[in-house]
């Protein structure tokens, strides 16, 4: 039952206020002053407190503030007096959610108390939400609304608080740096360095010596002793990405540092111990290279205690909304106004193949964004590349089935294919025909219903 805090220092008031809303099926509990109140309020808690300003010794504006301090998602409403509706306005800056002034209407005052309810009701739920998806997807940054990536966050989520190496696949752009940090960030070495290393960006000797550090005069140029990233990163985590790209000499070399958990600087004679988690990422496929001789079988089983493959993002649709938004969000800052998208743009934005994943689709919306006009992303404001690509010819056209259309979708599995195509071929209809779907329905020699249903999005 919902609890109403009535105060007044006028007990008729107190009385009239208190039947007409227990008349309302509200349980209320007067209190003859600020002073009671703050008792009442020590002892328990309620969904609304209805207070009058002007009150001796302590008045309203008091009562509310220290109440919120108490109470911070506690309803206020304040009563004032006729003509003193400036201290009202005072209150509802610290936090009050409205005020009647008195005489107060009944009808008044009851649509007060409902819309503060209600106010309330729905803080508390926002509030639930916010807890239970910061509970189960705790990732800030992380977009993750596909199965595939709720199944990925679970993961990390487990795997975050162990020691264990990680090994993280998938093409380039899928987001693997994003998770390694987001494994670091949820570890218990969160606030030790989280270091990443690009292994491809290296020669080999100068990636030796960024990852163990060197010893003065171990080689031309080295004028004094160095610290390696992986001393850099003591107490935290050290991400080697693109760890295909190492050569297998220096594969070796990191193979005993994994199981030493020492590292020996770049000529020098002395064993340091050091206490980093390693990360690992790679867009190359370690298995195939493995069977090649091209990647150490030891150290493929050392880093791939968890293995981690983040799927591309056209094998995850879901996630790419949410993605564009959220990079909007990026982009626009504060900005009070965020641009909309046109329901053309979305569509092409969901049908794209996105070779280069998350990446290419950040570059898409910032590059959008920079063109959009009136705060509206239009079609043409995508970057050409999309468009071509959103121009699918129909099956029947003159465009052998086994070219590059056939080429793009290798691996990929027939429903899968035809659900891309089918969307494409939709997206194309429409697109021919101004956006008017009814018309692109008919020329597909479907119903309207068919089409919404089979649009990317049933809300387009
Ligand atoms: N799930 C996601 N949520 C939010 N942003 C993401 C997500 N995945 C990727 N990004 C963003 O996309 C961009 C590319 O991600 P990232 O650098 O992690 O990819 P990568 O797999 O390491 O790529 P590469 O193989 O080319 O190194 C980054 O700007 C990153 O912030
Ligand atoms: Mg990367």
Known sequence: MVRILLVDDEPSILSVLSSLL????????????????????????????????????????????????????????????????????????????????????????????????????????????????????????????????????????????????????????????????????????????????????LPEPLLESELFGHVKGSFTGASSDKEGLFETAAGGTIFLDEIGSMSLNLQGKLLRVLQEKEIRRVGGTKQISVDARVLAASNENLEEMMVAGTFREDLYYRLSVIPLVIPPLRERPEDILPLVFHFIRLVSGNRAVMPEIAAEAQMALESYRWPGNVRELENAVRHACTFADDGKIQLDDLPARMLTNVDVKPATSERSPSGDLIGNHQGQSLKGFLREMEKSFITHSILQHGGDKEAAAKSLKVSLATLYRKLPDPEL
């Open 22 to 201: 227990k008349k309302q099926g509200f349980d209320t509990q007067p209190a003859l002053g600020a002073e009671k109140a703050l008792a009442c309020l020590r002892d328990e808690s309620f969904d609304l407190m209805i207070t009058d300003i002007r009150m001796q010794p302590i008045n309203g504006l008091e009562l509310l503030k220290k109440s919120k301090a108490m109470h911070p998602s506690m309803a206020v409403i304040m009563i004032t007096a006729y003509g003193s509706v400036e201290s009202a306005v005072e209150a509802m800056k610290v936090g009050a959610f409205d005020y009647v002034t008195k005489p107060f209407k009944v009808d008044e005052l009851m649509i007060t108390v409902q819309r503060a309810l209600e106010y309330r009701r729905a803080l508390s739920e926002n509030q639930e939400l916010k807890a239970q998806l910061q509970a189960r997807y705790g990732f800030e940054n992380v977009v993750a609304e596909s199965p595939a990536m709720r199944k990925i966050c679970n993961m990390i989520e487990r795997v975050a608080p162990t020691d264990q190496t990680v090994l993280i696949g998938g093409e380039s752009g899928v987001g693997k740096e994003v998770i390694a940090k987001a494994i670091h960030a949820h570890s218990a070495r969160t606030q030790k360095n989280f270091v990443p290393i690009n292994c491809a960006a």
